[in-house]
C-alpha cells in the first residue's frame, strides 16, 4: 500500500522551556494568561491540563470544589510543583461529600504538593455502600518521587476519604502533614518502595492510623512522627493500631510517640497480633510512649477543672476552628527528640482563626 502525501518533517526545540510559575485564585478566569496573580485563572484543573515539567502552580486563598486530575509528568531535577500562595488558607471542598477526592495522578512522576487543607470528603468511591477502598484525598497509581508537605486532612465529619491511597508509588515522602479521625486509617498504601512518613501527626483514628501493603523487599521507613490511638470503643478491644497486613521485613519506624489509651505499651496491641512493645523491637525502633501535649489541647484543658486523661479528644468538635499549630507538641521531650511537626516549617503560614473566602 503506497501512501500519496508529501513528507512531513519537524525539529524537536533547541533545549527545553523555561520553567513558569502560573497562578489560579477563586476570582480568576480560566481564559486568563495566569501568568501573575492579576491574571490568575479559576481552577487548579485548568493549571493542571497545561503545566509541563518545572513548572510551579501557586493557589491563592479560597475554598475548591474540585477533582482534579494530573496531566502531566514532572522530570528528574525538575518535578511539577502545586503550593499555596504563602500566608494564604487554601482549602479543598468536597461539597459536603459530592467528592471523594482533590488530586489523582496515574502514571505520573516527579510531583510535589505543598500546602492544602482537605475537608468533607467522600470515604465511599460514590457506588452507594460499595466500599471500594479508592476514596483518597490523593490518588496515587503509578507513581514516582511524589513528596507531600503541609497538608491538613480533617476528618473530623466522620467516614472521610483517607489522606493518601497510593498503589505501585515509588519513593513517595509525606512530610509535616496532619491527618485527623479518619476510618481505617490515614494513609492507605499498596506496593509503595520507597516510602518515607516524616514529622507527621495521625490524630484520634477511628480505628487503624494507616494499612501499609507492601512487598518483603520494598522499604517503608516511617520517623519522628506522633500517632495518637483510636477512638476509645475500638481501643478498649485493644485492636492493632498499625495494620501492616503486607510484608514487614523490609518496614521501620524510627523515634516516633505513641499516645496510647486503655492499655500501657507493655499490652497495648500495636502491629499484628503482639500485644508486647519489646516484640516489635526490629521495626518499632527506640520508640516514645507520652502524651505530646498538643498546644491547642493544652490550651483548652487549662480552664478545666478535669481535662480528659485522652487529651487529644478535646480538638476533636468539629466546630472548633484548629490549625497546624494546634498539633506542635509542648511536651519537651517530644520537642528534644525532634519528633512531630517542625513549627520552623511553616514560618510562612498565617493561623489567624478565620474561614478563607468562598469560591
Known amino acids: 500500500m503506497e501512501i500519496e502525501a508529501d513528507p512531513i518533517s519537524f525539529a524537536t526545540l533547541a533545549a527545553d522551556p523555561a520553567p513558569k510559575t502560573y497562578y489560579v485564585a477563586s476570582d480568576g478566569e480560566d481564559g486568563n494568561m495566569g501568568l501573575s496573580r492579576e491574571k490568575a485563572w479559576r481552577t487548579i484543573q485548568h493549571a493542571a491540563n497545561n503545566v509541563g515539567p518545572g513548572d510551579t502552580v501557586l493557589v491563592a486563598g479560597g475554598r475548591y470544589s474540585e477533582k482534579v486530575r494530573i496531566r502531566a509528568t514532572g522530570e528528574a531535577g525538575a518535578?511539577?510543583?502545586?503550593?499555596?500562595?504563602?500566608?494564604?488558607?487554601?482549602?479543598?471542598?468536597?461539597a459536603g461529600k459530592a467528592l471523594n477526592g482533590f488530586f489523582t495522578a496515574a502514571g505520573k512522576s516527579h510531583l510535589?504538593?505543598?500546602?492544602?487543607?482537605?475537608?468533607?470528603?467522600?470515604?465511599?468511591?460514590?457506588?452507594?455502600?460499595?466500599?471500594?477502598?479508592?476514596?483518597?484525598?490523593f490518588n496515587l497509581y503509578m507513581c514516582r518521587d511524589v513528596e507531600i508537605a503541609r497538608c491538613f486532612s480533617d476528618g473530623r465529619t466522620g467516614y472521610t476519604a483517607h489522606f493518601v491511597t497510593a498503589h505501585y508509588a515509588e519513593g513517595m515522602t509525606i512530610r509535616n502533614c496532619v491527618v485527623i479521625n479518619k476510618m481505617t486509617g490515614a494513609l492507605y498504601l499498596a506496593r509503595c518502595p520507597g516510602l518515607r512518613v516524616e514529622n507527621c501527626v495521625i490524630a484520634r483514628p477511628m480505628i487503624m492510623s494507616f494499612v501499609l501493603r507492601n512487598a518483603e523487599d520494598e522499604t517503608a521507613v516511617m520517623n519522628n512522627n506522633i500517632l495518637t490511638d483510636m477512638m476509645r470503643k475500638k481501643a478498649i478491644l485493644n485492636i492493632a493500631l498499625l495494620c501492616v497486613d503486607g510484608r514487614k521485613e523490609a518496614f521501620r519506624m524510627h523515634n516516633n510517640c505513641y499516645f496510647l489509651r486503655c492499655f500501657p505499651p507493655e499490652t497495648r496491641v500495636l502491629m499484628g497480633k503482639s500485644s508486647v512493645a519489646a516484640d516489635l523491637t526490629e521495626h518499632i525502633i527506640d520508640p516514645l510512649y507520652a502524651d505530646p501535649m498538643f498546644a491547642g489541647a493544652v490550651a483548652l484543658a487549662k480552664d478545666m477543672e478535669e481535662p480528659p486523661e485522652f487529651s487529644v479528644e478535646l480538638l476533636l468538635n468539629p466546630r472548633l476552628h484548629i490549625d497546624f499549630d494546634s498539633f506542635f507538641a509542648t511536651n519537651p521531650e517530644v520537642i528534644e527528640r525532634g519528633i512531630g511537626l517542625q513549627p520552623d516549617a511553616f514560618n510562612d503560614f498565617s493561623f489567624e482563626r478565620k474561614e478563607p473566602p468562598a469560591q
Request: net charge neutral.
Open 79 to 94: 518535578p511539577i510543583a502545586f503550593k499555596c500562595m504563602p500566608g494564604e488558607k487554601v482549602v479543598m471542598d468536597g
Open 112 to 137: 510535589r504538593f505543598d500546602g492544602f487543607y482537605f475537608v468533607l470528603s467522600n470515604r465511599e468511591p460514590l457506588q452507594g455502600w460499595l466500599y471500594l477502598r479508592v476514596g483518597g484525598e
